[in-house]
């Protein structure tokens, strides 16, 4: 089992800062299979990346997606009021598996 | 659109049993794999199991299986997980969630959840 670890646990931004999230996987994750997600209180996650780097339909272009092999991140370019919320990656292909979240809070 | 209603939680007592079920819509029901995902409060998300399209394949957690079944009725568009011998740690919030494409693949629709409690 792939096992994904997160930093940093929270991140503190004001509004129109950049955000920078990072995963690290123990392993080498194959075919770019790394997802994002968003979580907000009371709701489902919401997919924002797919394939290390393609932004699921409707999401903001200030969203994206890089990195391969055992580092990934999710970057906002212009964090909006809307923003801040719970980030989870996730490695599909196989035994799927989570990270612990990176929560990103108002400054 | 794509919808996911989940339903069927509460509180139960360890040993007890459950069964979830999450009706979908706005999809061709066939088509996707579905999982179930669990997050216990103030914790992670974890993957509990996942189905294929057509009912054939199953993947568990090694922390369910044995315990968990994952069903599902093509026919109603319908996703079940039966829980049995339940425990405090299976306390969770409950999901389900569409595979994209393939099985074991990303997620890309989830419905807002139910919550299972375990105590007595």
């Known amino acids: 089992e792939i096992v994904l670890t997160q930093s940093p646990g929270t991140l503190s931004l004001s509004p129109g800062e950049r955000a920078t999230l990072s995963c690290r996987a123990s392993?080498?994750?194959?075919?770019?299979?790394l997802a994002w997600y968003q979580q907000k209180p009371g709701q489902g996650p919401r997919l924002l990346i797919y394939g290390a780097s393609s932004r699921a339909t409707g999401i903001p272009d200030r969203f994206g997606g890089s990195g391969s092999g055992t580092d990934f991140t999710l970057t906002i370019s212009r964090v909006e009021p809307e923003d801040f919320a719970l980030y989870y990656c996730?490695?599909?292909?196989?035994?799927?598996?989570f990270g612990q979240g990176t929560k990103v809070e108002i400054k | 659109e794509v919808q996911l209603l989940e339903s069927g939680g509460g509180l139960v007592r360890p040993g007890g049993s459950l069964r979830l079920s999450c009706a979908a819509s706005g999809f061709t029901f066939g088509s996707h794999a579905l999982t179930w995902v669990r997050q216990a409060p103030g914790r992670g998300l974890e993957w509990v199991s996942t189905?294929?399209?057509?009912?054939?394949?199953?993947y568990y957690a090694d922390s369910v299986r044995g315990r968990f079944t994952v069903s599902r009725d093509n026919s109603k568009h319908t996703l079940y997980l039966q829980m049995n011998s339940l425990r405090a740690e299976d306390t969770a919030v409950y999901y389900c969630a569409r595979e994209a494409m393939d099985i074991l693949d990303y997620f890309d629709y989830w419905g807002q959840g139910t919550l299972v409690t375990v105590s007595s």
């Open positions: 996730h490695h599909y292909g196989g035994s799927p598996t």
């Open positions: 392993e080498g994750i194959p075919n770019f299979y």
């Open positions: 189905i294929g399209g057509d009912g054939y394949g199953t």
